[in-house]
């Protein structure tokens, strides 16, 4: 039986304390706060007072020129946003099943899937539920993680990395992700039946940039056959930028093997003959466990687990 006698429930919660906490957080001053909620200074003060006096703890230290979170300050302040953020949601779905939609789902995913994967998944929703909203962000992990954390992203396509908290995180594992070289159409090193490292190690390159996890594996796997990396390097992530670099010299570039193939599909580079002994983790479907997928989400979930199959040929399983 569920259990109605939470804490909040006895302290008296209100959404305007909610609201309050996210407004000091970004304002740094309850005057002004308080102006951007449409109350006074005396009844934010209030509000305010009355929940660190539930909680028991101060919430901000207030200083002379504004009031900054306590470490208990930015533990409500992490929930505050999400609570108000579902809420939110919940308005979103109200409104769309009102006039005859599904609701929206919105997805992060990082480059090989987003291109790959993902435009398969889409094209299932789509096909089903033509009127169900569907928001798409391709980033690196790291940045996604931020946002699903922050109840900006619903599910992701992405990589799990030490760092990351996984507390409450479910992961399903889809595949791992080669990677290869390539050039612009037309290059010299193309006309080489036998690449090695070596024959390589002096070119230009366009990499990834320092501290990624590319980048790392890229360094290393020169220095295991006793080689310095290369040396003569242009540092990005933006794929725009190296795709238009590539067309215009003779640099090399690493990427993801399923980047790779749609680009040289369409001519816009090639892939070296050479084999990498190198590559990218395995990425997979991420979600929250402490929160319930909306209808959309789970429409947009099915249809991922569905194209992994199609795409990859693998059944996406669990790996907790």
């Given at each position: 039986m569920?259990?109605?006698?939470?804490?909040?429930?006895?302290?008296?919660?209100?959404?305007?304390?909610?609201?309050?906490?996210?407004?000091?957080?970004?304002?740094?001053?309850?005057?002004?706060?308080?102006?951007?909620?449409?109350?006074?200074?005396?009844?934010?003060?209030?509000?305010?007072?009355?929940?660190?006096?539930?909680?028991?703890?101060?919430?901000?230290?207030?200083l002379?020129r504004?009031?900054?979170p306590?470490?208990?300050?930015?533990?409500?302040?992490?929930?505050a946003?999400?609570?108000?953020?579902?809420?939110?949601?919940?308005?979103?779905?109200?409104?769309?099943?009102?006039?005859?939609?599904?609701?929206?789902?919105?997805?992060?995913?990082?480059?090989?899937?987003?291109?790959?994967?993902?435009?398969?998944?889409?094209?299932?929703?789509?096909?089903?539920?033509?009127?169900?909203?569907?928001?798409?962000?391709?980033?690196?992990?790291?940045?996604?993680?931020?946002?699903?954390?922050?109840?900006?992203?619903?599910?992701?396509?992405a990589?799990?990395?030490?760092?990351?908290?996984?507390?409450?995180?479910?992961?399903?594992?889809?595949?791992?992700?080669?990677?290869?070289?390539?050039?612009?159409?037309?290059?010299?090193?193309?006309?080489?039946?036998?690449?090695?490292?070596?024959?390589?190690?002096?070119?230009?390159?366009?990499?990834?940039?320092?501290?990624?996890?590319?980048?790392?594996?890229?360094?290393?796997?020169?220095?295991?056959?006793?080689?310095?990396?290369?040396?003569?390097?242009?540092?990005?992530?933006?794929?725009?930028?190296?795709?238009?670099?590539?067309?215009?010299?003779?640099?090399?570039?690493?990427?993801?093997?399923?980047?790779?193939?749609?680009?040289?599909?369409?001519?816009?580079?090639?892939?070296?003959?050479?084999?990498?002994?190198?590559?990218?983790?395995?990425?997979?479907?991420?979600?929250?466990?402490?929160?319930?997928?909306?209808?959309?989400?789970?429409?947009?979930?099915?249809?991922?687990?569905?194209?992994?199959?199609?795409?990859?040929?693998?059944?996406?399983?669990?790996?907790?």
């Amino acid at each position: 039986m569920t259990n109605y006698n939470h804490w909040f429930i006895r302290a008296r919660l209100k959404t305007r304390q909610l609201l309050l906490l996210v407004a000091l957080a970004e304002e740094g001053n309850i005057h002004r706060a308080a102006q951007v909620l449409n109350m006074t200074q005396p009844a934010a003060s209030k509000l305010l007072k009355d929940l660190e006096d539930v909680l028991e703890v101060s919430l901000f230290d207030r200083l002379p020129r504004g009031m900054r979170p306590t470490w208990y300050g930015e533990t409500m302040i992490r929930h505050a946003r999400v609570a108000l953020a579902s809420l939110n949601q919940a308005h979103d779905e109200l409104q769309a099943a009102k006039s005859g939609q599904l609701g929206q789902v919105s997805v992060g995913a990082i480059t090989s899937p987003g291109l790959v994967l993902l435009p398969d998944a889409v094209a299932r929703v789509k096909a089903e539920h033509p009127n169900l909203h569907v928001s798409l962000q391709i980033e690196t992990s790291d940045v996604l993680m931020e946002r699903l954390n922050q109840n900006k992203l619903d599910i992701l396509v992405a990589r799990l990395f030490a760092q990351h908290d996984k507390t409450d995180l479910r992961y399903e594992v889809i595949t791992d992700e080669p990677v290869c070289a390539v050039t612009r159409p037309g290059h010299p090193l193309l006309r080489k039946n036998r690449l090695g490292l070596r024959d390589v190690v002096d070119s230009g390159w366009i990499v990834p940039p320092i501290g990624s996890v590319l980048r790392h594996r890229f360094d290393l796997m020169f220095q295991e056959v006793g080689v310095q990396a290369p040396v003569n390097v242009i540092e990005t992530g933006a794929l725009l930028f190296t795709t238009k670099m590539l067309q215009q010299s003779d640099m090399i570039s690493v990427l993801a093997t399923d980047v790779a193939r749609y680009y040289a599909q369409h001519g816009i580079m090639a892939i070296l003959p050479m084999a990498l002994p190198c590559q990218m983790d395995s990425f997979g479907v991420i979600t929250r466990r402490d929160r319930l997928l909306s209808p959309a989400a789970n429409v947009m979930l099915r249809a991922i687990k569905a194209s992994a199959f199609t795409v990859y040929g693998k059944r996406v399983g669990t790996a907790d």
